[in-house]
């Protein structure tokens, strides 16, 4: 996580790291052969892929340890809940994703309202995966998979920006789908599923002919609908590859509606 906005030169901030690192590795109250559980808001989505790594960095790093747990918190996803993996390579790991509704909820909410609402995204995270590991939790509530990839590849992806500099902001990646090998697995949730692009008829427009315009990696000829003029917006957006489109006009600070745009893929 980030902390760069602690001042690590500090007597009071050195007494709160070393106190940390301390009950990290066992040195404190807690005896070193306790059952480990450690719990990650990941940063990006690509940490899915590291999760046995870090599993196993954390084991080499308390051997004493006579179980090492892992939770990795998931932002931003369609759906809630737990998921694991089979096999070795998920052995003691579980996943919890928080709805993409449900974290710009609390990033948005600001202040303590805001901190709230995370803690207790990530509460019910917390015990969801203390019930399953205690053997409380039906298979059935648990989406398993055969890998950390095709777990990955089911995700929505993002990243959380730069944690030495700036706080937690998880953004969708946006771009164009690449051709890849068929060996590949298929990354169906990369790109945000919903795109979208303003424009503005230019001044000088025949607005009965068409417009070309180019966007989300396509060129485009857009038909205005008849009432249409110059200055109005026309409003792009792709919905799962699907391209639509709508002229707007602003009257006395409201937007109306005026039609609906024919848009033509051109291939190049």
């Avoid at 052969?33 to 450690?38: A, H, Y």
């Avoid at 706080?167 to 795109?195: E, H, N």
Wanted: proline share 5%; aromatic share 8%; with cysteine.
């Amino acid at each position: 996580g980030s902390f760069w906005h602690h001042n690590v030169e500090t007597p009071m901030t050195k007494a709160d790291m070393i106190r940390r690192i301390d009950r990290f590795f066992g040195r404190g109250s807690v005896p070193a052969k306790t059952p480990r559980f450690f719990a990650r808001v990941v940063n990006s989505s690509r940490e899915i892929l590291a999760a046995a790594r870090l599993r196993d960095a954390l084991q080499d790093a308390l051997p004493d340890a006579s179980q090492m747990y892992l939770l990795l918190i998931v932002d931003l996803q369609e759906t809630s809940g737990l998921m694991d993996v089979a096999g070795a390579q998920g052995r003691n790991i579980l996943f919890w994703s928080v709805t993409e509704a449900e974290t710009q909820a609390s990033l948005q909410a600001g202040g303590d309202k805001s901190f709230r609402l995370t803690s207790e995204n990530y509460a019910r995270a917390l015990a969801a995966a203390v019930k399953c590991w205690a053997g409380e939790t039906p298979a059935e509530e648990i989406r398993t998979f055969s890998s950390l990839r095709a777990l990955s590849s089911a995700c929505v992806h993002f990243d959380g920006g730069d944690a030495s500099r700036e706080l937690f902001t998880p953004k969708k990646f946006y771009g164009q789908v690449l051709a890849a090998p068929a060996s590949a697995p298929p990354m169906q949730q990369l790109l945000a599923r919903l795109r979208q692009q303003m424009f503005f008829v230019p001044p000088n427009s025949d607005v009965t002919q068409p417009l070309f315009v180019e966007c989300f990696g396509k060129k485009i000829k857009v038909l205005l609908p008849p009432g249409s003029q110059v200055g109005n917006a026309l409003q792009l957006q792709m919905l799962d590859g699907v391209l639509t489109g709508t002229v707007t006009a602003m009257y006395n600070n409201q937007s109306f509606v005026i039609g609906i745009a024919v848009l033509e893929e051109l291939l190049c």
